[in-house]
């Protein structure tokens, strides 16, 4: 064999198990690998785990702190005017250069795939361009997907439509939205369906910025469902942010998780940016703002974390680390459960690869050796750690590389 991991514990909670790997795919997992390898790395005690995936990002703004200055307040509507500040003086070539550091980031962090939206309300589509380069760039490490994000509105902006049009002919990957930002309900509502329409169409996934307020009257998820279930569209369909749900009339809710669930809706919650940017009017009691992902999970609906933002107008944080995204997301949604952990570890790994559509992702023979190997026994130590990275593999291939930490003696402790 190519490689040898050795006796690594599992997310699922299987401990001292052998991944072998031969030309670029796992080919064996088990308590113990007879055979040789080139090379073999021990993990004993430690975490092996698909990489990290990223279902929600705006890869075109990230990285831009500062430029042309800081969001002083901090607020949301600070950062939507210096995003109309930035926008104008942005060329193809920094778009492309701050993408591909902001990959390279993501890369050593275990991350290795992105779902990132790209703004097409500018008529040059200069984001959508320089992401397409960019994902082409990227590929030998990074699975880069674009969604087509009409920022200034589908009907709002007068070139809405045409310019997402032309954003997915140029080759973008998944049709997104923003029907609470249209003028009205009811045009946002005929936001939903004539997206819906251009998917079905086109035989593409949907990834809406959906109800990202707290009007518990904003129910465009409503008709993302419904609509979802009249096109035939089950399974590839995501709300992000969906954050209206958390200030919704619980009567209500009851029906709308039941109809997410039929729909096959997933939903995107992206805990970093919710508890900084929602709750904003309240004085107190303060609502935390993000959706109701406990209770999504529990009506069967596919829930991921996403980061939504590093280093940009809207947040002024972030270092591309997952972890830290589940570690948010635990905290706002009290997922203090151990089950719970496990499935906002799962948020961050396998739901958000089968809500962008990847099919040979996890630790089975068969897939491609995409792993990370962590300084942490666990799922539990390495989010309560952000736990480093110690070896980072795409197909077989050792991507980037750390040495541990000296032992921390709560490890010992716990362990
Ligand atoms: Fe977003």
């Known amino acids: 064999m190519d490689l040898i991991i050795r006796q690594g514990n599992l997310p699922d909670g299987r401990c001292g198990l052998d991944i072998g790997v031969l030309e670029g795919r796992i080919v064996a997992i088990a308590p113990h690998i007879e055979a040789t390898a080139t090379r073999e790395i021990d993990a004993t005690g430690r975490l092996v785990s698909p990489p990290f995936v990223d279902a929600h990002f705006h890869l075109d ?10 969001n002083e307040s ?5 950062g939507i005017a210096l995003w109309a500040e930035l926008k104008p003086t942005l060329t193809q070539d920094a778009i492309i250069e701050r993408a591909l550091r902001y990959c390279r980031l993501a890369a050593r962090q275990g991350l290795l795939a992105i779902r990132s939206h790209v703004d097409t309300s500018d008529d040059r589509l200069l984001g959508v361009e320089a992401l397409i380069e960019v994902r082409r760039k990227v590929a ?5 997907q674009l969604v087509a994000f009409p920022q200034d509105g589908l009907y709002r902006n007068p070139a809405g439509e045409q310019n997402l049009l032309r954003a997915l002919d140029l080759g973008v990957d998944v049709v997104g939205g923003i029907p609470h930002f249209e003028r009205t309900m009811a045009e946002g509502a005929r936001s939903v369906t004539r997206l819906l ?4 169409e086109r035989g593409l996934r949907v990834d809406l910025h959906c109800d ?9 998820v409503e008709t993302l469902a419904a609509e979802t279930i009249r096109f035939g569209l089950q399974g590839r369909v995501a709300g992000s942010h969906l954050t209206s749900m958390h200030s919704m009339d619980n009567y209500y809710v009851s029906k709308l998780l039941p109809l ?7 939903a995107i919650a992206n805990p970093l940016i919710n508890i900084t940017l929602q709750g904003r009017h309240d004085t107190y009691p303060k609502r935390r703002g993000m959706t109701r992902v406990p209770e999504l999970l529990a009506a069967g609906v596919d829930v991921a974390f996403g980061q939504d933002c590093v280093l940009d107008p809207w947040y002024s944080f972030g270092n591309a680390d997952m972890l830290d995204v589940a570690h948010m997301g635990i905290h ?14 799962a948020s961050i790994t396998e739901a ?4 962008l559509g990847h099919r040979d992702y996890g630790i089975q023979a068969g897939n491609p050796a995409n792993l990370i190997i962590l300084d942490a026994p666990d799922v539990f130590h390495a989010i309560r750690l952000r736990a480093p990275r110690l070896q980072v593999l795409r197909r077989g291939q050792i991507l980037c590389e750390q040495v541990a930490t000296p032992d921390d003696p709560d490890l010992a402790f716990a362990s």
Request: charged residues 20%.
């Open 352 to 355: 958000p690869a089968r809500i």
């Open 140 to 144: 030998p490490f990074i699975d880069l």
């Open 260 to 266: 997410m669930a039929e729909a096959r809706l997933a």
């Open 74 to 78: 901090g607020i949301l509507l600070e």
């Open 212 to 220: 990202e307020t707290d009007d518990p009257m904003s129910r465009h």
């Open 61 to 70: 703004s990230a990285l831009t702190y500062g430029q042309p200055r800081v």
């Open 332 to 345: 706002v949604g009290q997922m203090t459960s151990q089950a719970a952990i496990r499935q906002a570890y």
């Open 197 to 200: 329409e251009i998917a079905a």
